[in-house]
T-cell receptor, first 114, second 115 residues
Framework: AQTVTQSQPEMSVQEAETVTLSCTYD???????LFWYKQPPSRQMILVIR??????QNATENRFSVNFQKAAKSFSLKISDSQLGDTAMYFC???????????FGKGTSLLVTP | GAVVSQHPSRVICKSGTSVKIECRSL??????MFWYRQFPKQSLMLMAT?????????EQGVEKDKFLINHASLTLSTLTVTSAHPEDSSFYIC???????????FGPGTRLLVL
């Protein structure tokens, strides 16, 4: 079974600053997908970024980027120029290519302060 | 694109009654839909995987006779909580996958309260 670990239950960052959320995972699979989802107070799960394990290049989406270290099984999320609207719970998730089910970490609660 | 809706958004029911939750993919065909459960301040736990036209696959520990899942079309999956009890109170979230894109898009969730 795959396990996803987010070691930071809560983090805080000032507006316009940069913050990095950590995620590690354990798997014996060689090909898989990794995701970061955001869950604001509305509880709607929003896709932030996706990374295919076979791609060495780190994924980026505007202010969001990842540092994917396959050998270390690490998948951190960097948020640049933090905005108040980034305040949310952030979940790291692992997807096997068979079945496509998502295994989620326990989440990191991010608070962006003025 | 990739919009998923859920209905109802909130439901309160009496213990012993059944509740049906609908999950629809609005602008794409979803061959696979997933049902998750989320308790307050916790992560999402997968309950079952639903493929159109076939029986759902339930995760270990999830009672298939209590949580009935039907995926009758490429845009609709339903979760029926049968004989609901207060411990079934939770936030239920569905997701759907587009064909050829290994990404799940989530519905807004349904808050169930069983009195």
């Amino acid at each position: 079974a795959q396990t996803v670990t987010q070691s930071q239950p809560e983090m805080s960052v000032q507006e316009a600053e940069t913050v990095t959320l950590s995620c590690t995972y354990d798997t014996s699979e060689n090909n898989y997908y990794l995701f970061w989802y955001k869950q604001p107070p509305s509880r709607q799960m929003i896709l932030v970024i996706r990374q295919e394990a076979y791609k060495q290049q780190n994924a980026t989406e505007n202010r969001f980027s990842v540092n994917f270290q396959k050998a270390a099984k690490s998948f951190s999320l960097k948020i640049s120029d933090s905005q108040l609207g980034d305040t949310a719970m952030y979940f790291c998730a692992f997807m096997k290519l068979s079945g496509y089910a998502l295994n989620f970490g326990k989440g990191t609660s991010l608070l962006v302060t003025p | 694109g990739a919009v998923v809706s859920q209905h109802p958004s909130r439901v309160i029911c009496k213990s012993g009654t059944s509740v049906k939750i609908e999950c629809r993919s609005l602008d794409f065909q979803a061959t696979t839909m997933f049902w998750y459960r989320q308790f307050p301040k916790q992560s999402l736990m997968l309950m079952a995987t639903s493929n159109e036209g076939s029986k759902a696959t339930y995760e270990q520990g999830v009672e298939k006779d209590k949580f009935l899942i039907n995926h009758a079309s490429l845009t609709l999956s339903t979760l029926t909580v049968t004989s609901a009890h207060p411990e079934d109170s939770s936030f239920y979230i569905c997701s759907a996958m587009t064909g050829g894109e290994e990404t799940q898009y989530f519905g807004p969730g349904t808050r169930l309260l069983v009195l």
